[in-house]
């Protein structure tokens, strides 16, 4: 009887652990940031609101980066008119000319803020791995977070659903 009653418990600890994680993923405020833009303007976490906003880490030295950009670029177009943005974060070790060079010469639809400080990168979670990438909702919360290059099919689903809700 002892058995069975450890078993029990050691199921309940269990499920209750996994809702908790369950529920604790996905919605955390994206954090209070100011992106300074190639252009020399600035974004803030705040003007990320109302729509669904792709925010990617990235280097022009990574080359999952440099490979996955023509896709962040594709899914950028693909819902731009539906209430999408995207805002790429070089790093701040990435040398300002090679991230103007490079958004210039592949002619990056969206907008591409550079790191210079790192401070973007330390209130993002520490961001230290490339490419590193936040899906963020219409109400300014981290929803997803892609280490490595994301998985495009499921990406674009998620982007879907986010643009569906009010």
């Known amino acids: 009887m002892k058995k069975t009653a450890a078993i029990a418990a050691a199921l309940a ?14 919605v955390t405020a994206a954090p209070a940031s100011t992106f300074v833009l190639l252009d020399g303007s600035k974004k803030s976490t705040d003007d990320l609101k109302g729509k669904v906003t792709l925010v990617n ?16 670029a594709a899914t950028f177009q693909k819902y731009q008119a539906q209430g999408y943005d995207t805002l790429a974060v070089a790093m701040s070790y990435d040398p300002p000319a ?5 958004a210039q010469t592949r ?4 907008k591409v803020a550079i790191d210079n400080t790192g401070a973007v990168a330390k ?34 689903k998620l982007i879907e659903k986010l643009l569906a809700e009010a």
Request: overall charge neutral; charged content about 15%; proline content about 5%.
């Open 13 to 26: 600890l269990a499920l209750a652990v996994g809702v908790g994680v369950y529920l604790n993923t996905g």
């Open 57 to 72: 880490f990235w280097a022009t030295s990574c080359t999952t980066c440099v490979a996955e950009m023509p896709k962040v």
């Open 98 to 102: 090679y991230v103007v060079n490079f």
């Open 107 to 110: 002619k990056l639809p969206f």
């Open 123 to 156: 209130a993002w979670g520490d961001v230290q791995l490339t490419p590193t990438t936040y899906l963020v909702n219409k109400r300014g919360e981290i929803v997803k977070r892609y280490v490595g290059e994301p998985d495009f099919a499921e990406l674009h």
